[in-house]
């Protein structure tokens, strides 16, 4: 499974963007996806999280109801809608995928930032 991120760039705060990853290869095996973000000196944090069909995400409470996960199967593509960006939420958004036999795959990653 190969990953490509894209979308992020420089927004000012109060503004949006939306990530794509698109998936190749072997994405009949892929189940669960996620973005993870990594600011400088933090750690890699879990974003958002969606099931294989997109019925079930998951957000971390940073950014609870300001950006959406969503998937499109038939696209092999995973969003995330990201609105009112905080300077906080800058960093590099990672795409991640976990296939049925709990193998993970990650992006190159794209970098999001946000100016105040």
């Known amino acids: 499974v190969q990953l490509v991120e894209s979308g992020g760039g420089l927004v000012q705060a109060g503004g949006s963007l939306r990530l794509f990853c698109a998936a190749s290869g072997s994405t009949f095996s892929i189940n669960a996806m996620g973005w993870y973000r990594q600011a400088p000196g933090k750690q890699r944090e879990l974003v958002a999280a969606i099931t294989s069909g997109g019925g079930s995400t998951n957000y971390a409470d940073s950014v609870k109801g300001r950006f959406t996960i969503s998937r499109d199967n038939d696209k092999n593509t995973m969003y995330l809608q990201m609105n009112s960006l905080r300077t906080e939420d800058t960093a590099v958004y990672y795409c991640?995928?976990?296939?049925?036999?709990?193998?993970?795959?990650w992006g190159q990653g794209t970098q999001v930032t946000v100016s105040s």
């Open positions: 991640n995928a976990r296939t049925v036999i709990d193998l993970k795959y």
